[in-house]
C-alpha cells in the first residue's frame, strides 16, 4: 500500500532522477516537488527556458543541503511575478546549506519583490546568478543567516533598489567581533550595475571584497544602516569593505551608519578633481542635534554591549583614486558630526605620512617595529604578513594595532576565496600576537 501510495504521488510530476540528479520541466511545482524528493548532495536541475515564480505569492522552499541549477545565466530565465513574496519572504526560500546558481531573475514590477531570501542555519552559497531589477524597489537577496553571494550581476534599476540587504542574530551585540571569520555574509567577485546600493542592516555582519561596482546614472553605495534606519532597531554590527573597483562614483561610495568596521584597499577613478567619500555619520541622532551625549548607541566606533565609547574604532586605509587617498567624512549629509564622530578615537583613517600620532601606516614588519607610536589604537598594514589569498604571489597583509606599549595583530582578512567555494573549511584566521616595541 505504501509503494502504491509512493507511484501515485510521484507519477503526478514530470520531473525524472538519474543518478544524484533530478530534471524537471521547470515550472515551480514541478521544482518544488523535485526539492521534496532530493536528498542531500544532490542537484536539481531546471532547463532552459523562460519562466515564471511566484505567483499569488507562492515561494519555493530550498531547505535542505543540495544544489539548484539553472542551464546558466543566458538559458533559465525566471521571471519574477509581480506579486511574488517581498521582503523577507524570497521567491526563492533557502533555509540550509544549499547552493543556488546558473539562473537569470528578472523582477517583474512588483514592488520589493525578492528573488532569494536566506534564513536558518546559514552555510548556503548562491553563485552565478544575474540578476535584473525593474524601476521599482527590488531585492537580490533578503538575508538573515550567513553565507556567500560570489560571481553574481546585479543590474539594479533605481536608486531606491537594495540589491542585497542582511540582517544578523539577534545577539549579535552581545558577542564579540567576529571580522576575520566566516561568521559574515559574503559578497565577492560580484558586478554591480547601474544603480542601487547594499542595507547591511540590523545585527548585520558582512563583507563585500574583490567586487567591481558600475554605476550610471544615480551611484553604486555599499551602506551599512545605523539604529534609526534599522528594525529591530540595532545598528549594523561591522562590515568589512576591500579590494572592491568603482568604475566611476556619484556622491558617495560608501555610507557607515554604525558599528566598526575595516575598509581597505578600494579603487576608483576621480571625478572632477575629487577623490571618492566614506560617508561615516549617525542615523541615532533623529531629531537630536550634533551635541548630544557622546558615546551614541550603536554608532562608528562603539563595540559591542554595554555601550563603550570607542571600544571598537573602524578603521580605514590605501582606499585610491589615482594615487589619492579616499576622504572619510564624519558628516551626516553636511550636519557636521565633530565632537560624535572623532578621528584618532572612534575612526583611523589613513595617514600620509606615519609617525605613530594619528591614523594607519602601512609598510613592512621592520618598518612598523621602528615606530614607537605616541597614540594608542593607530594601526599599521603590514604588507609582508599574511597569506589569506590563496594563489596571490607574495604577501596578503595584516593589520596591527598599538596597545598603548607593543604592537598587536588586530586583524587577518578571511580567506580568499571564501571556502564555500573550494568546500574546504577553514578556521577564522584572526590571532592575538603582540610585539612588544622596546
Known amino acids: 500500500m505504501l509503494v502504491a501510495t509512493l507511484w501515485i504521488q510521484h507519477s503526478l510530476h514530470a520531473f525524472t532522477k538519474s543518478g544524484t540528479s533530478y530534471t524537471t520541466n521547470g515550472s515551480q511545482s514541478d521544482v518544488s516537488a523535485a526539492i521534496t524528493a532530493a536528498a542531500a548532495g544532490e542537484t536539481v536541475q531546471v532547463p532552459a ?225 575629487n577623490a571618492p567619500r566614506i560617508f561615516l555619520d549617525d542615523y541615532t541622532l533623529g531629531s537630536q542635534t550634533p551635541s548630544a551625549v557622546y558615546p551614541l548607541p550603536d554608532q562608528i566606533g562603539v563595540g559591542k554591549d554595554p555601550l563603550a565609547a570607542a571600544s571598537e574604532p573602524l578603521y580605514a586605509w590605501h582606499n585610491l583614486s589615482s594615487g589619492t587617498n579616499w576622504s572619510v567624512t564624519n558628516e551626516m549629509w553636511g550636519t557636521p558630526m565633530s565632537g560624535l564622530i572623532n578621528p584618532d578615537r572612534d575612526y583611523f583613517d589613513t595617514a600620509t605620512s606615519f609617525n605613530g600620532s594619528s591614523g594607519v601606516g602601512r609598510g613592512t614588519k621592520a618598518q612598523m617595529l621602528a615606530i614607537t607610536p605616541s597614540k594608542k589604537g593607530v594601526g599599521y598594514w603590514v604588507t609582508d604578513e599574511g597569506s589569506w589569498r590563496t594563489g596571490y604571489s607574495g604577501t596578503s597583509g595584516q593589520l596591527y594595532t598599538w596597545t598603548g606599549s607593543a604592537w598587536a595583530l588586530k586583524y587577518t582578512p578571511y580567506a580568499y576565496p571564501h571556502p564555500l567555494r573550494t568546500g574546504a573549511t577553514v578556521a577564522p584566521s584572526n590571532a592575538t600576537t603582540t610585539i612588544q616595541v622596546m
Open 49 to 273: 527556458g523562460t519562466f515564471t515564480w511566484g505567483a499569488s505569492g507562492a515561494q519555493l522552499s530550498v531547505n535542505k543541503a543540495i544544489t539548484l541549477q539553472g542551464a546558466g545565466t543566458g538559458s533559465t530565465i525566471i521571471n519574477i511575478s509581480s506579486s511574488a513574496p517581498t521582503w523577507g519572504s524570497g521567491v526563492v526560500a533557502v533555509s540550509g546549506a544549499c547552493t543556488v546558481t546558473g539562473f537569470n531573475f528578472k523582477q517583474s514590477g512588483g514592488a520589493a519583490t525578492t528573488a532569494i531570501s536566506a534564513t536558518g542555519s546559514g552555510g548556503w552559497r548562491v553563485t552565478n546568478i544575474v540578476y535584473n531589477s525593474a524601476a521599482t524597489a527590488g531585492y537580490f537577496l533578503y538575508g538573515g543567516t550567513y553565507g556567500l553571494i560570489d560571481n553574481c550581476v546585479l543590474n539594479g534599476g533605481a536608486g531606491s533598489d537594495e540589491m542585497i540587504f542582511t540582517r544578523g542574530p539577534t545577539d549579535s551585540w552581545q558577542t564579540a567581533s567576529s571580522m576575520g571569520s566566516g561568521n559574515a555574509v559574503y559578497v565577492e567577485d560580484c558586478t554591480f550595475n547601474s544603480q542601487g546600493y547594499t542595507d547591511f542592516n540590523s545585527n548585520a555582519r558582512a563583507v563585500v571584497r574583490f567586487c567591481t561596482i558600475n554605476p550610471s546614472s544615480n551611484f553604486i553605495k555599499l551602506d551599512a544602516h545605523g539604529l534609526a534606519s534599522n528594525s529591530p532597531p540595532r545598528s549594523c554590527r561591522h562590515v568589512e569593505f576591500y579590494n572592491n573597483t568603482w568604475s566611476a562614483y556619484g556622491q558617495v561610495a560608501m555610507e557607515i551608519r554604525g558599528g566598526t568596521g575595516m575598509v581597505f584597499d578600494n579603487t576608483a577613478p576621480q571625478s572632477g578633481g
